[in-house]
């Protein structure tokens, strides 16, 4: 979806996709959530667009219902995943060849984004990837106190304590035994 800087209006502007006008979102859902993804037409958006002059704020949160896999206990599990954006856009430098020092921006604020943009035009489904990507938990747990499974006998230590003495199970290279029959 292609917005025009100069049509974003000086009390912003809020962008919800909808299906089946809003292709490009739902397009964006699948190249980012892969098969995770349980139902591209469920994931949900709202992008604010704020203007001050040549530069303009995208913030908002983007929700996906995901088919994930357990990184502790390897069951199978849903969850809605929300990712937060907050991305700062400015124009793209005319590249003439020459060094502008004041064109230069520092990026050291980890919590700041700049992303660029060309011809006056914002292309959201390339600006909002990136924030997406990077926003991605990077290890899913099907509840915050998983126990996961035992190291030793396999057994999903959320359903019920396996019989694996425990002296063994705390020790990091009881996996290697089992690993090395
Ligand atoms: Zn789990
Ligand atoms: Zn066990």
């Known amino acids: 979806m292609k917005v025009h800087v100069y ?4 009390i912003g ?5 909808q299906h089946p006008q809003d292709e490009w979102f739902y397009e964006l859902m699948s190249e980012v959530f892969g098969s995770e993804l349980r139902q591209a037409t469920e994931a949900t958006a709202l992008i604010r667009l704020d203007r001050t002059e040549k530069n303009v704020t995208l913030s908002g949160q983007v929700t996906a219902p995901l088919q994930l896999t357990c ?3 390897l069951e199978p599990f849903q ?5 937060e954006m907050l991305e700062y856009l400015i124009p793209a430098v005319q590249n003439d060849g020459r060094h502008h020092e004041e064109d230069e921006i ?3 604020e980890a919590d700041l984004a700049f992303s660029t943009y060309s011809d006056q035009t914002l292309d959201l489904k390339e600006l909002i990837r990136e924030p997406l990507v990077l926003g991605l938990p990077l290890r899913h747990f099907c509840q915050d106190d998983c126990q996961g499974l035992c190291v030793q006998c396999g057994s999903n230590l959320n359903h019920s304590a396996c019989q694996c003495k425990p002296d063994d199970s705390a020790n990091p ?3 290697l035994k089992t690993l090395k029959k």
């Open 7 to 10: 049509d974003i209006p000086e």
């Open 13 to 17: 502007v809020e962008i919800e996709p």
């Open 71 to 73: 990184d502790r206990c």
């Open 79 to 83: 969850e809605a995943c929300t990712i």
């Open 106 to 108: 520092m990026l050291d």
């Open 173 to 175: 290279f009881a996996v």
